[in-house]
Structure formats: structure tokens, C-alpha cells
């Protein structure tokens, strides 16, 4: 397979982008929170959508059979699973999927578990559905983070109905085992729980680890699971506003088919031919990215070792995005907000994860060295 070199955007390339990222802040901030990259999108998705626009195909979304077969073809080929293309189903974006499937599954008052600290649109869609949260949180130890299965069998055995699984971890770049994953699938089995894993950075993982679907571990996931997941992470077209909702067993694929045939309709026709595309075509600017990735994840740790040797960084397994401790600075009970105010760099707050991570920041690294390099520069000088 030929080699892609990925790299990002100057700066003042960037600066002219419309995304939320570029807009949110004033000019004299580097953006780092949002969960977008700053490189140039893969070649097969621009070249179909410059295509699209040119010969003026703007319509509306309707049959298209290519999403799910790419998907199926990737997933066989980078995980080796044997996704059903016949069980897979088109929604607007990862929050859609999740809240019309929680409407599937679940009332308005019913127990959701999810594992803090987590994505903090978790806690968006669950309120949105109106169900209750239930948090068994990560165990820290050290700079690792461990999944408490025994309390999470607890709470499935309090009576939660579905738990909301963030596979791979996002924001602590965690990888969960085959073995935690089996294990989650029995007891969901077990205490009727269904299991709605999020696996949009699951084509971000790097290769120390083993990303493995969930949908994937036989009949007892098969028997509880939902995967949501989408190309818009991995190949950095969120913009366009398409994601998949998939099934493994006829049970679940028959709720499935009762999700509101609008949920197609209000994904993109761009979104969902780039879609198909970035599964189909571009495995070798996902390669050339997680190349650039793997090279930056390592950059921030030297450059933090050598210039704030206070945070605590474990590198990431997956993701492009670094989960800091800030403790050893001393910036009190919102470190964010203090390197806004005096650094001018911005990044995401940990409060938004879990209360109980308020000395943390989630900072994106998919951006060029020199920016990231820049970005701690910042840091050290305004706590200097």
C-alpha cells in the first residue's frame, strides 16, 4: 500500500476555516478543544464532493446501499468483523443515533450507566431523552485509568436499562480488552441491559492496541448491543452530518427497524456518499494520519517533559486527544479557563467530563507541531 504523508494546515490557513472550532474564540487563541483535525481531507471524499457540487447534485438523501457495504468491507478488513451490511442504518449524526435508540429501548425515567469521566454530550442525549444517569466511574491509578467491572455489575443489578459505552474511551485515549468487553456482554445478557456502544474513534486507535468492535464478541453482544459510530471522527467530515446505527441479531435489528424513517432523511446527501467514500477509498490517508498522530502524541509528551513537567500525560491509545492533569500547577478549580484567560490557548475543560476531574483538560493534538508546540509554550508562560 503506497504511503500518504499527512500534514496539517499553517496556521493562517487554518484562521480562514468556518468551523465551530475556528469561530469560537478570538483570533489570538489557539483553539484546541473541539474534536476536529487540522489536516486536509482524503483525497477520494474531496474529489467526490467537488464533483457533486459542480454538476449541481444537492438533492435529498435516499437509497444508498454503498454506506453500509464499504462499512462492512472495513470493518472486515480492519477488525475482522463480519458486520450484517443488511443490519446497518443511516441517522444523522452519533447523538442522533444514541437518543432514537435510547427512544427505542427505554421510557423517560429509565437508568442509564455510563463510565465518567466521558464525552460530556453523553450526559446531552441522556437529558434530551429524559432518563436518569447512573456514573460508575473509571478507577485512576497512577496515570492509568480501570474499569470497575464488579460496580458495574452493580448497577446492572440495581435495575439500569441500557449503558451508554465509549469504545474506545473518550477522553482517556483507553482501549477496553476483549476480555472487559465479554464480560460486559454477559452481564448485560445476564441483567437485561442493552448495550449502546459508541465506537466513532474506533479507526483512531494505534497500533499497540487492539480496537475490537463490540458487535464483534459473538452471541451475547450480539444479543444486547447497538453500535453507533461514524466516519466523521476518523476522516474529519463532520460537517456533513452522517452516522450509522448497526445490528447483529434479528432481534435487534426488527427494534432497529422501527426507528422514525425521518432519521435517514435528515443525513446528508454529501454526508453519506463521503461516507461511503472515506470507508471504501481512504485507508491510506487514514494510515497517513494515524502516522502524523502517533508522531504528535509523542511530541506533547517530550514537550511537556521538558517544559511542564508538573502535568501528568499518559499518551493515548487511541484518539488524538490528550487527557491532562494540571494538579501540579496549582490553577485551582478551573485550570481551563486560567490558560484562556492568560495563555490564550484554548482547551477543554475537565469539569465537562466528570465533577470529579476538575483539574484536567482535554487538549486535540491533530494539528501541526508547530501549533502544538506553540500551545505548551503558551501554557508554560502563563503560569510562569
Not at 500534514?7 to 468556518?18: D, I, P, Q, V, Y
Request: proline share 6%; net charge negative.
Amino acid at each position: 500500500m503506497a504511503s500518504i504523508e499527512v500534514t496539517a494546515f499553517s496556521l493562517e490557513e487554518l484562521r480562514t476555516h468556518r468551523s465551530e472550532k475556528w469561530r469560537e474564540f478570538p483570533s489570538d487563541v489557539l483553539p484546541l478543544p473541539v474534536a476536529e483535525m487540522d489536516f486536509p481531507v482524503a483525497a477520494p471524499i474531496r474529489e467526490l464532493l467537488m464533483e457533486m457540487v459542480s454538476h449541481s447534485d444537492l438533492g435529498y438523501l435516499g437509497p444508498i446501499p454503498e454506506v453500509a457495504l464499504a462499512f462492512a468491507d472495513f470493518a472486515q478488513k480492519r477488525w475482522n468483523w463480519s458486520a450484517d451490511s443488511n443490519q446497518i442504518h443511516i441517522v444523522t449524526d452519533v447523538g442522533v443515533g444514541v437518543v432514537e435508540v435510547f427512544r427505542l429501548f427505554t421510557s423517560p425515567g429509565d437508568r442509564v450507566l455510563i463510565n465518567s469521566p466521558v464525552y460530556h454530550n453523553f450526559n446531552t442525549w441522556i437529558k434530551e431523552t429524559h432518563l436518569e444517569r447512573v456514573d460508575v466511574p473509571f478507577v485512576q491509578e497512577g496515570l492509568d485509568w480501570k474499569l470497575d467491572l464488579a460496580a458495574v455489575e452493580e448497577a446492572y443489578r440495581s435495575g439500569v436499562k441500557a449503558h451508554l459505552l465509549c469504545n474506545p474511551h473518550n477522553p482517556i485515549g483507553y482501549v477496553y480488552s476483549k476480555s472487559e468487553l465479554m464480560k460486559i456482554a454477559e452481564l448485560a445478557r445476564e441483567y437485561s441491559v442493552v448495550v449502546i456502544s459508541d465506537e466513532i474513534h474506533g479507526p483512531l486507535t494505534y497500533s499497540e492496541s487492539t480496537f475490537v468492535p463490540f458487535l464483534s464478541l459473538g452471541e451475547a453482544a450480539e444479543s444486547v448491543g447497538i453500535v453507533v459510530t461514524a466516519a466523521s471522527k476518523a476522516w474529519n467530515i463532520a460537517g456533513l452530518k452522517c452516522a450509522i446505527v448497526i445490528s447483529q441479531s434479528p432481534q435487534m435489528d426488527a427494534k432497529l427497524k422501527e426507528l422514525p424513517i425521518a432519521t435517514h432523511y435528515r443525513a446528508s446527501l454529501l454526508g453519506g456518499f463521503a461516507t461511503a467514500a472515506a470507508y471504501a477509498k481512504g485507508g491510506e490517508w487514514l494510515d497517513g494520519v494515524m502516522r502524523t498522530l502517533d508522531s504528535n502524541r509523542y511530541l506533547l509528551r517530550d514537550l511537556l517533559d521538558k517544559k511542564l513537567p508538573q502535568i501528568k500525560y499518559r499518551v493515548p491509545n487511541c484518539t488524538y486527544l490528550a487527557w491532562l492533569d494540571l494538579e501540579g500547577l496549582g490553577l485551582g478549580r478551573n485550570p481551563s479557563q486560567v490558560l484562556l484567560d492568560k495563555g490564550r490557548v484554548a482547551l477543554s475543560p475537565g469539569k465537562a467530563f466528570s465533577p470529579h476531574t476538575l483539574n484536567f483538560v482535554r487538549l486535540n493534538f491533530a494539528t501541526s507541531p508547530e501549533i502544538l508546540t506553540e500551545a505548551v509554550n503558551r501554557i508554560a508562560v502563563a503560569i510562569s
